[in-house]
């Protein structure tokens, strides 16, 4: 497997790059909320995003979300591309300055992250879809040294999701209620990570 952590595509420079053997190049892009708002307005207002929480926003609504999340320097949000196609949403953030933080007790180099599907249009029907994007995913988040252990918080009623991230090596947690959802957290360490290589 190659890496490349600056790479730059057509269109904005990656901020993470893997060529996945049988796969394909997996990009992590920075979002530009306003080029990119009507693709992830078409993502999160599908019913199967129902827990990502955005089922009635507009495309302006999700602008200004995402305008929003670009002007903290504590939270973060990508699309991940395969071979240059957006295939997934990504956030990342820092649990101490989140909602979450409040929840439970963050441990120093904790990293937060949110990880939304495209369609099935987009071809993630092709098994090992998922596996490929959460190891380029994960080997992103924990590019920097400074991220110690990855932590999840899925809608406890989400079970697809924390399924997913049970076979992806996270340990659970315990379930808190958060103002918006009641959460599953869930946690992957850097050591777990890697002993997956």
Same mark, same amino acid.
């Given at each position: 497997?190659?890496?490349?952590?600056?790479?730059?595509?057509?269109?904005?420079?990656? @901020?993470y790059e893997r060529? +996945? *053997?049988?796969? /394909?190049?997996?990009?992590?892009?920075?979002?530009?909320?306003?080029?990119?708002?009507?693709l992830v307005h /078409? &993502?999160?207002? $599908?019913?199967?995003?129902?827990? &990502?929480?955005?089922?009635?926003?507009?495309?302006?609504?999700?602008?200004?979300?995402?305008?929003?999340?670009?002007?903290?320097?504590?939270?973060?949000?990508?699309? #991940?591309?395969?071979?240059? %196609?957006?295939? =997934?949403?990504?956030?990342?953030?820092?649990?101490? =300055?989140?909602? %979450?933080?409040?929840?439970?007790?963050?441990?120093?180099?904790?990293? /937060? !992250?949110?990880?939304? !599907?495209?369609? @099935?249009? $987009?071809?993630?029907?092709?098994?090992?879809?998922?596996?490929?994007v959460l190891l %380029? +995913?994960?080997?992103?988040?924990?590019?920097?040294?400074?991220?110690?252990?990855?932590?999840? $918080?899925?809608?406890?009623?989400?079970?697809?999701? #924390?399924?997913? !991230?049970?076979?992806?090596?996270?340990?659970?947690? *315990?379930? #808190?209620?958060?103002?918006?959802?009641?959460?599953?957290?869930?946690? !992957?360490?850097?050591?777990?990570?890697?002993?997956?290589?």
């Amino acid at each position: 497997m190659t890496e490349n952590m600056a790479t730059t595509d057509a269109a904005r420079a990656a @901020a993470y790059e893997r060529a +996945v *053997p049988g796969f /394909g190049t997996v990009s992590v892009v920075p979002l530009d909320p306003t080029g990119d708002a009507e693709l992830v307005h /078409g &993502w999160v207002t $599908e019913e199967r995003a129902r827990f &990502w929480g955005m089922l009635d926003h507009t495309v302006e609504q999700v602008r200004e979300v995402y305008a929003y999340v670009d002007s903290l320097t504590t939270h973060h949000a990508y699309l #991940v591309h395969r071979d240059s %196609v957006p295939v =997934a949403l990504f956030q990342t953030y820092d649990p101490a =300055a989140d909602p %979450v933080g409040e929840c439970y007790d963050v441990e120093p180099g904790d990293y /937060g !992250l949110h990880l939304l !599907l495209g369609p @099935a249009g $987009e071809g993630h029907a092709q098994p090992g879809f998922t596996a490929a994007v959460l190891l %380029v +995913v994960f080997g992103f988040c924990f590019q920097d040294e400074r991220h110690r252990r990855l932590v999840a $918080e899925p809608d406890a009623r989400n079970r697809k999701a #924390v399924d997913r !991230l049970l076979r992806a090596g996270f340990t659970l947690g *315990p379930v #808190v209620d958060k103002p918006e959802k009641r959460a599953q957290l869930a946690f !992957l360490p850097r050591t777990a990570y890697e002993q997956m290589f």
